[in-house]
């Protein structure tokens, strides 16, 4: 089963700009899966679990703005959840979804719980992946020391080395998973060096973060207060070791807002990838439960 490439015109504060997608199965399934991935990811981090939700789902896996093939952002000030969530209604329309299931790694996450927690909002299932309203600021002081930095490779063996050290906690994976992990996140410039498949500005809202917040305690309490509005059935997957997830926050999470069932993969950080077989069933099952 191959996908189709789609794109849809979306609307920042500073411009237009245009949206990437994946659309797999069916194009005329009501039934509608919204894959959405972390960070520095993109839509192609479905391409395993895609096909097999596809026999009962539209499965649509956008490339986040600023990431893969979609566009970038005039102003980098934007890489915020509230453009994302904009942008996935979006997406939703051109889509003709009038309900749909959500599963969101990381940053996906996020717009889902951000969108889930509005009234009269689509989602009538919500998976989130090793993410919830409060993150360990040891982990996200990792990740942002990577998000902008300007790295380039002479050749792919050495990009594809790379990040694979900096995905580490992503757990255990073959040498050709890691292959395609990294061949789905970088690209070749003009000068036929590797460099990241994506826009270096988003590490922009980590700088002014970093002075408004500096604590973070006023995201943290928005996204709690977004958490608790949430109402529909909702399923929490967690690295068992990861730093971004605490298993404390994980638990605070399973008593409050939506109450989901909460599975830990052992042997994995942050965040699960969702490529093996084991981990694409948990999904299904859930999904069609």
């Known amino acids: 089963m191959m996908p189709s490439l789609k794109s849809v015109q979306c609307l920042s504060p500073a411009g237009l700009h245009r949206m990437a997608y994946k659309e797999w199965g069916d194009a005329d399934n009501p039934k509608v899966l919204v894959c959405v991935h972390g960070l520095t990811r993109v839509a192609d981090d479905f391409d395993a679990l895609a096909p097999v939700l596809a026999a009962h789902y539209r499965v649509i896996c956008p490339d986040v703005v600023g ?34 299931h959500w599963l969101g790694t990381s940053m996906g996450g996020l717009i889902g719980l951000a969108l889930a927690s509005l009234p009269h909002n689509p989602i009538q299932k919500l998976i989130l992946n090793d993410i919830g309203p409060a993150i360990n600021p040891e982990a996200l002081a990792r990740i942002g020391k990577y998000v902008g930095e300007p790295v380039a490779f002479a050749t792919f063996d050495e990009a594809s080395a790379y990040i694979r050290a900096i995905s580490t906690t992503f757990g255990e994976h073959s040498d050709a998973e890691w292959g395609k992990l990294a061949a789905d996140v970088l690209r070749q410039d003009a000068d036929g060096r590797w460099i990241r498949h994506y826009d270096l500005g988003l590490a922009a809202p980590f700088v002014s973060a970093a002075a408004s917040d500096p604590d973070g305690q006023m995201a943290e309490g928005m996204l709690w207060a977004a958490y608790d509005a949430i109402r529909c059935p909702a399923l929490l997957i967690r690295g068992a070791e990861s730093d971004l997830l605490t298993r404390e926050v994980a638990l605070s999470m399973t008593q409050r807002g939506p109450r989901p069932e909460l599975v830990e993969l052992p042997h994995v950080g942050h965040a699960p990838t969702l490529v093996h077989g084991d981990q694409i069933a948990l999904i299904e099952n859930w999904l069609l439960s």
């Open 67 to 100: 990431r893969g093939r979609s566009g970038r952002l005039a102003d980098p000030r934007h890489y915020v959840i509230p453009q994302y969530v904009a942008d996935m209604v979006t997406l939703l329309a051109r889509a003709d979804a009038q309900t749909v």
